[in-house]
């Protein structure tokens, strides 16, 4: 059995929280999940091994670092939660920087924000990861571990019964129907997503609209805005939790005008060089998840009010991966 060590409750880990408070970072306080194995086995060479997980300030960022301190722990592992670190780029210094060992990241992110190119790389999900995997490797010393079905990327998206109404199942179908309704033309857009290249003018490049009338919002308020009716379609993230909570509909980006954002669990190569056995539990837990179910932890979390780590708890104990 082990218990999943919120590192600031820790007396062994009081010289490590100075460390890191000295650095900016807050070690986490909360209560502990007792983690004991269930698919995922322990494994040997990782019992009592210190692993720091960090984590982006977002709820998704957040539940997947939770998640990854529990299939480590019933690895057998002595786990340190850093989530909740504020910003990408805090989170990422933490990682080049030693203070934390295991972080989630997302394949867009670490080309565009990390390594600086504008556009992403044609090809789809699989072509993204590998440019990524090869340039981070060689740039930072960073590994990419498996990159998981979960993409949370730009979208548009409407309520069910617009889409229901009009038929739209894919951005394609909704180029079609505007062109016969251009009264509908009009796009709830944050200011950002409206001018940069990966964003709204890739779409109407890939899509074709013409001449749409947009209005910006924070991305927080499009949501309620194209729930209640303010405008007929809007730009979404693909995971966030208000889709199942204002009953949207997502619609596919078939073309692929915009950046695949995969989820990866990513690790400097020496640490991961030290410990190769880390990579399988992270692998398990990547490769279980999708969209569909982190829109609805998600929902758990920003509609529901509840605990971040609960919800992530109680879906490692669904899948079976811990007890």
Known sequence: ???????????????????????GLDVNTSIPFKIEPGSIRP???????????????????????????????????DVIDLTDIKGSNSSRQALLNGQTDVTWEYTGTGWI???????????????QYEATKKADAEKYGVTWLNYSPLNDQYAFATTEAYAAKNNLKSTSDLAKFLTTHPDQNRFCLETEFTSRQDGFPAAVKAYGFKNPK????????IYSAVANGTCPVGEVFTTDGRI????????????????????????????????????????????AL????????????????????????DWMLEKGFIK
Do not use: W
């Not at 059995?1 to 100075?18: D, P, T, W």
């Not at 005008?257 to 837990?285: D, S």
């Not at 999708?290 to 708890?313: F, I, P, R, S, W």
């Open 1 to 23: 059995m082990n218990v999943l060590k919120k590192a600031g409750a820790l007396v062994g880990a009081a010289l490590l929280a100075g460390t890191l408070s000295a650095c």
């Open 43 to 77: 494994i040997p060479s990782l019992e009592g091994q210190r692993v720091v997980v960090g984590s982006k300030d977002f709820t998704e960022n957040i539940i997947l670092g939770y998640m990854a301190e529990m299939a480590l722990s019933a690895a057998g592992a």
């Open 113 to 127: 924000n990390y390594q600086g190119n504008e556009l992403p790389v044609p090809g789809g999900e699989k072509a």
């Open 214 to 221: 947009i209005e910006n919002f924070g991305i927080g308020t």
């Open 244 to 287: 199942s909570g204002l009953n949207l509909r997502v619609l596919e980006d078939d073309k692929k005008a915009f950046p695949q954002y995969n989820a990866a669990a990513t690790l400097r190569t020496e640490f991961l060089n030290q410990h190769p056995e880390i990579r399988g539990p992270l692998e398990t837990v990547a490769a």
């Open 290 to 313: 999708d969209n569909k179910q982190m829109v609805e932890l998600c929902k758990k979390v920003d509609v529901d009010g509840k605990d971040a780590g609960t919800v992530a708890h």
